[in-house]
């Protein structure tokens, strides 16, 4: 049978996401690696979750059991009213959507907004999975450069006023204020009241997607947009992944009634509910107060495992390679000279030296950035990270020579 | 601000589930509910589950709380691989993908298969859940009546024909071969072959949905469409929700591998990937043998409550009052006499009589089928279901008295 003249635009149009292909090149139990964005399995409050499995079987499991509804668990998301309170985010449940995953909320959001051919800015480079969300909508897309503080808002407002010229109205703005996935950046203050000054101004939305912004070690908190928004512009989407752990898929949107009513009913059609079963353990979790100080433990540990790459890329580091120095978060972003390109360098001088990351092609929609590239610090020991570096720095080295 | 003009189409389409308003509207304890297809609490192993997950988060916690692949648990899917083997299904590991609930397994298929304007062919009356897919990947749907052997070879052959009259080739068709949601009908053997035969004649693929495929109480096991298709036309749904329990979200998709590999893509776009937690318990559970026990205790308390069910029906309703009898699964469809009109008569007489139950032009993509209703009989006690069938006679002469 031949099945490719039955397949939808969007499948038609998918392919395999990279990291995910990367992270297969990487099981080699020798190889360092800085590739995947996954959070320290140390971290993960095992022994504990299996007390509080106990208690929400025996006390409530005929519920943590059944279907639950759409919207997600009520104590779970009271709990999550609670945690983002203490943010800054003031939102009533009715305005929380519980999500399998992050990802899910950016395949939410794209579903409720988007058609095919519609514009979406995003940052560049950008995080993957909401690339992959919007392709998968066939949305158009254009790039906004970042520098050491995030999104240029010089160049925002450029590309907003030359869409205008096109009588383009784009749907929504895409952001990572908070340590930036790929870049590790972080919006201050005056750059997120320019945004929403620029949205106002444009009239578009702003998808403010903040998954690692409880994982500050550094510097001083911003508020989120969604705070600082004063008139329902701005779609907030967090997870549990990065505070908590990934193999729960819990995550949350919290936006504007219209916009999560309408999200609540493609949820429905997406997959009817998120576990009730992960929803109630972690709402019990919440309950007796386990999160903050696992969130703290966190921190603490992400701040040694950062400081100790930031210190092995400056000790080892040829001198005209730059690097982020992120505030918090799970990433650092290298830059090559010009004329390098960190694909070639992966598979020909990196995974032979068993050290690999992510290349920062695959963060640009447009395909640009080759010299590049992406390093995790939260998975990988002390040890490891400082070993790692020394093998990327010789790939580094190794490959300039044969330049 | 006006979110109206911002939304997608499918968005703006986009309607709340009716059964999930219904379930809304029978929240009050003293209704009796024959509405939602909820699998009966009592089955669902708490104490069993609570040893597994200790077992599951000793051995194994930091994977089963860490990022999984797209494609599900490889020990997961092995086990399902066994399982679906016992029910003469072939399919290597590599075919198998783990989907968040079968109504992703139907979002995926959509997503994969269908553009705006494709054509679906449906049963009448259909699964509620796939007709909202289908609808939100904004396809067209042509339906195909059944009687009691579910839907008629004839009529099929005849829409088929119809339709490539106007040069419309279908995308695939939708069908619940087993104690069909909501009709309860199941097809038998000759249907199935003859079904093939039809897409092989017509070029289209089939979707076969088989949630309660295992759960047969009466009569004799009929294949399954994918194990009886030579062709690779066929996508096979299945859960775990109606064997297990549905708080887990756990379900699965076979298909042809050039299916799945789309299927897979489309699923990191979605949700990255099904909860690794969930899936790690699933498959301790599976490999402890202890799923077969759990589905034969769930079939012999379905036969009791569809028994009785059925003979509260014969003793109580007006004998112009038709309804299936079905072999299995959780669901019994009522024809009320013509001119009788199921919506009315559940506002103005079932709910003030405390029984409920879903209209059964919900599950009519056309809107037909305004005097039909279906029935859950896995979910009230044997104490409810004889009770609430004659409080839904009561409501059905009631009606009729005013019309």
Redesign the interface.
């Known amino acids: ?1 031949d ?2 003249s ?6 038609t149009n ?4 990279v990291i ?1 292909e990367i992270l297969k090149l990487t099981q080699r139990p020798e190889v360092i690696s800085f590739a ?1 964005g ?2 320290a ?1 140390d971290t ?1 409050p ?2 504990l ?2 007390d509080i ?2 208690k929400v ?2 006390e409530r ?10 919207e997600g668990d009520v104590r779970l998301r009271s709990q999550i009213k609670q945690w983002v309170a203490s943010d800054g985010i003031d939102a009533p449940v009715e305005q929380i959507l519980v999500t ?2 992050s ?2 909320g ?2 939410l959001v794209s ?5 095919p051919g ?1 514009m979406v800015v995003v940052e560049l480079p950008s995080y993957l ?1 909401g690339l ?2 919007f ?3 066939q949305a158009e897309m254009v790039g906004v450069e970042q520098d050491h503080d995030g999104m240029r808002m010089d160049r925002l407002a450029d590309q907003l006023g030359a869409l205008r010229g096109q009588s383009i109205q784009p ?1 929504f703005i895409y952001v990572v204020p908070d340590f930036q996935n790929p870049s590790g950046t972080t919006m201050d203050l005056g750059r997120r009241k320019r945004l929403l000054e620029l949205a106002a101004e444009f009239d578009t ?1 702003i998808v403010e997607d903040t998954p690692y912004r409880q994982l500050r070690f550094a510097g001083e908190d911003q508020p989120t947009l969604f705070s600082l928004d004063t ?3 701005v779609v907030n989407l967090s997870t549990f ?1 990065k505070l908590f ?5 819990l995550a949350w949107a919290i936006a ?1 009634p ?2 999560i009513e ?1 999200m ?3 949820k ?11 929803q109630a353990i972690m709402a019990e979790y919440m309950i007796q107060g386990r999160l903050a100080p696992q969130v703290h433990a966190i921190k603490e540990l992400y701040r040694r495992k950062s400081r100790t790459m930031l210190r092995a890329m400056e000790r080892h580091m040829p001198k005209d390679v730059e690097w982020t120095k992120p505030e918090g978060g799970l990433f650092l972003w290298v830059i090559l000279p010009e004329g390098m390109d960190s694909l070639v360098m992966l598979e020909k001088y990196a995974i032979p030296r068993d050290v690999a990351y992510v290349i920062g092609q695959a963060f640009h929609f447009d395909g640009s950035g080759p010299n590049t590239l992406r390093l995790t610090f939260s998975f990988p020991t002390v040890d490891q990270i400082e070993e790692g570096i020394k093998r990327l720095a010789v790939a580094i080295r190794d490959y300039r020579a044969d330049l």
């Open positions: 049978m099945y490719g039955r397949f939808s635009i969007p499948a998918a392919t395999r996401s995910r995947g996954l959070p399995p993960f095992v022994e979750l299996d499995t106990s079987l025996s499991g005929r519920t943590a059991l059944q279907y639950g509804t759409t399998s995953g990802q899910q950016l395949d579903r409720v907004l988007l058609d519609d999975g992959q969300s392709r998968s909508y749907k939305l008139e329902g512009r992944s752990c990934p193999g729960f898929r504007p219209a916009i309408k609540v009913m493609c429905q059609s997406s997959d009817l509910c998120t576990p009730a079963f992960t």
